[in-house]
């Protein structure tokens, strides 16, 4: 204990380097845990889709086309609109939002989630980590839009 002490006092901007680090690692956790969960990996994404989610594409009509998960319904982000048919038509069924690499499906789930649709999840890693997982895309044609 006292060989800590003496680091502490001869490496004191170390030691708060690490205590700041420490403290903004609790800090955003705690934030991610208010929030609520709002990311799935790949693999709990197929369970949701397998009782009944609907996944969202939120990419480019071209980027659709390359290759998207089966029955994905293409909605361009800037598209994307809470009071929009295709998705007020889907009532309280889950949601997962898609992007390249998770990051747009981040601002997509926020904002379906503050105009009020509860299980919106955005696919951690996007389409990505969904290749990487080796899971299956269908490609060159649109199975739903």
Known sequence: MEQYLEFSANHPILVSALLLSFLLLIFSELRRKSRG???VEPQD???LINNDAVVIDIRSSESFARGHIVN???IPMDELDPDHNKITQL???PIIAVC???MTSTRAVDKLRKAGLESVYGLKGGISAWTDASLPL???KKTKS
């Open 37 to 39: 969960l709002t990311h």
């Open 45 to 47: 994404a197929v369970k």
């Open 72 to 74: 994905a319904r293409n």
């Open 91 to 93: 009532g309280s069924k």
């Open 100 to 102: 390249d690499a998770g």
């Open 138 to 140: 269908v490609t060159g």
